[in-house]
C-alpha cells in the first residue's frame, strides 16, 4: 500500500514537471501519465474501501484537478 501512494506522489511530480517545462513531446506524455495515476488510485482505492468505479472515477478526477488548481495558482504566481 505505501508503494501505491508513493507512485501516486512520484507520478504527480512528474506530472508538474512535465505541465510546468517545455518538453517536446508533452502533449503525448501527460494522458499517460495521468492513467497511471489513474491506474494506482484504482489499486489504492478497491483494497482500502473497496470502492466502485464510479468512485474511483469521481476520485480521481477530484485529485487531477486539484493538482491542475494547483499548477494554475503557481503559474499563475511565477508570471506577474
Known amino acids: 500500500m505505501f508503494a501505491l501512494i508513493l507512485g ?7 506530472i508538474v514537471l512535465a505541465y510546468t517545462h517545455d518538453y517536446k513531446r508533452k502533449n503525448e506524455m501527460l494522458p499517460i501519465l495521468c492513467v497511471l495515476v489513474y491506474v494506482l488510485i484504482n489499486k489504492l482505492m478497491r ?16 485529485y487531477l484537478s486539484l493538482i ?3 499548477l494554475r495558482f503557481l503559474l499563475h504566481r511565477k508570471h506577474p
Request: charged share 10%; hydrophobic share 65%.
Open 68 to 70: 491542475a488548481l494547483t
Open 47 to 62: 483494497t482500502i474501501i473497496e470502492a466502485s468505479f464510479i468512485e474511483i472515477i469521481l476520485i480521481t478526477l477530484t
Open 8 to 14: 501516486i506522489m512520484i507520478l504527480s511530480s512528474i
